[in-house]
Each structure stands twice: as structure tokens, then as C-alpha cells.
């Protein structure tokens, strides 16, 4: 049955992204619809499981692999600080706006904290794809997206450990916060020393594909790293793809594992994200999940917008890099899942709060190529 699932989402993912270039929308706008179209909420024809989750998860992880293969590191030095201020524009905003909403909403203070902590998560792989459609992965733009990406999982990350302390889960503070500089450090270091030796030694094995399995197990190794220290796994491979890029083997390494990702995970990625839709129980919900996902995609836009002004973007390209940083993905998910599990979250509003962060992802390459520049 999983072997006739794949085929069933290949085949639609590539005629419905075919069909979005058409219509002049980015290709990845019609593998998520398409995903709806063939999961429970319409036909049932695919249906979510186990496998498809990971084999989903390992789309994610090479998608942003690329981009770090793809990311040039001296433009990367040059857009720090306006990776900084979209990060913390794209943290402050919703986090405050989402924290009045959950007032409005009666929701005691911590839970009114813990929604706005949500509603501050981003998650740029579907924008690396839709900048990668529209050639700005490796813009000065496409730059400060995906740094201000990794200070927006470092600063909510932090955030949501102190909420949960709070909240009397059994967290500490101090641990979780030199974790995660444990593994910058340990990662960065890794990167700079570690992954040259180890594709020079894979290089000269006489079998097959050495050089790109040896970049594969340095791609998940600190993905995994990442998410067992409480980092988002794509960081892991964002800093991975950044590590390789920096050696010889740059070249020869993206073209493989793009062909290996863009053929089977990446499109299942994509369209998996669709299938999780669900509309049982929001029938009740919609000015709510209306209201909550027009809060999601404004606050997004207007902090990471602003953060880019200060960066001295005009403002077309800074309602671009907003509209980049709207998608919530797996990281608000993992958050939402966190929440309900230490009572922060009820069941309808964290059903509530799956579909809007779905909106949000559907939503965000169609508004990246409306308000990006044609010609820039």
C-alpha cells in the first residue's frame, strides 16, 4: 500500500505543480493543494501514517540541506544583522499581539503567553522552495530569510523552555539554554574542521557514491544532533549543507542529492503537509480559525517586514522577506503538540490552531510572489 501511496503523490505532485507554473503561481503552491485534494478531507485516497511521516521528515531535512549547499556563506556574513532584526521583528510582534488575542479569548496569562510563543514560530522550507523557483535562494534576501529563520527557532526555543518551567513542566532554564549553545558551538565546530577530514577520507573508497553518502550521514548526523538537543532538526541540516558548501565537493554534492530529493522526498514532503488536513470538529470554529490565521499572517509580515526596513530593504523586498517568514510548519506543530501535552492548549484550540497553521503555509508562496519585486 506505501509503494502504490508514493507513486499516487509523485504522479500528482508533478502534474498539480506543472499545472500551478501555469497558472503563475510557484510549483510548490500545487503540491500542497494537491495533498488536500487526495487526503481525508476530500477523496481519502491518501491517508497519513507512520512511514509517510518519516519518509516526510526526510524531505524536510534534505530540502533545507540544500539550502545551506546553495547559500552564499560572504553574502551570509553580510546580512547578519538584517538576519537579526527580521528574526527579532518576527518574534516580538506576534508574540505580543498573540498574547492580547489570548486575553480577548480569556485564556489565563500563561496560556495567553503560550499562544503567542506559537504564533512567534516560523518555518522557512516552503519559502527556500518558492525562493529557489523565483532565484533569490541565494539573494541577499533569500540570506536573511534563512538566517533570521535559525534566530527565530533559537528565540522561540529559549522562550517556550521558560513558559514550560512556568507552567511546572520539568524544565530547566539554565540546561536548556547551554544545550542549545552546545550545539551551535559543537555544530559550527564540526562544520569547520571535521566535515572537510571526513569527505576527504570518503573520497579516495572505492565504492559507489562515497563522497555523497559520506555528505548524507553528515546531513542527518546533525539533524539529529539538532533535535536531541532541542533545535529544530532542518537546523541541523541547514548548517550541515552550509559546511559542505564551504569544500571541493560543493558541486558535485548538491546536484546528486538534489536529483535523490526533488525525485521522491521532497514532493511527499510537500504533499504530506496537505494530507494532514483535517476538517472534522472546525465547523463550529471558522470565525475563530479566521481570525487567528489573519493575526498569524499579519503579525508575521508587519515584525519581519519592519526588521527589514530597519535593514535598509525598500519595502518591496521587505514585505517580501515578511511574507517569507508567515509559514509556521513542523516548528509550530512540534510547539502546539508540547502545549496540549502540558495543558496549555484545550483540544478544539489546538485543532483550531493545525489548521491555521496549515493556512499559513498554503498562503505563503503565492504572497512571496506577489509582493517580491518581478525584476530585482
Known sequence: MLILQIAVILLASKLAGE????????AVLGKLLIGILLGPAVLGIIKGTEVLDEISQIGVILLMFIAGLETDTDEFKR?????????????????ALGYAAGALLDLPPLQAVFLGLLLSATSVSIS????????????????TILGAAVIDDVL??????FVMSLAGGDVNLGLVILKKIAFFLIAIAFGWKAVPWILHKFAPLRVTESIISAALIVCFSLS???????????IGAYIAGVSISLTGYKHEVTEKVETISYAVFVPVFFTSIGVKVQFEG????YGLIVGLSLLAILTKIIGSSLG??????????????????VSRGEVALIIAAIGQEAGLLTADLLTVLVVVVLITTIVTPPMM??????NS
Open 308 to 325: 527589514a526596513r530597519l535593514a535598509k530593504f525598500d519595502w518591496k523586498h521587505s514585505l517580501g522577506i515578511g511574507s517569507a517568514m
Open 128 to 143: 527556500v522552495q518558492s525562493l529557489k523557483e523565483m532565484g533569490r535562494l541565494k539573494s541577499r534576501e533569500g540570506t
Open 224 to 234: 539529529y544532533f539538532a533535535e536531541y538537543t532541542g533545535v529544530a532538526a532542518i
Open 282 to 285: 472546525v465547523s463550529s470554529q
Open 156 to 161: 522561540v526555543i529559549i522562550a517556550l523552555a
Open 19 to 26: 499545472l500551478s507554473v501555469k497558472l503563475r503561481q510557484p
Open 369 to 374: 510572489k506577489a509582493f517580491f519585486p518581478k
Open 79 to 95: 546580512t547578519g544583522i538584517a538576519s537579526a532584526y527580521v528574526g527579532i521583528g518576527g518574534v516580538i510582534v506576534p508574540l
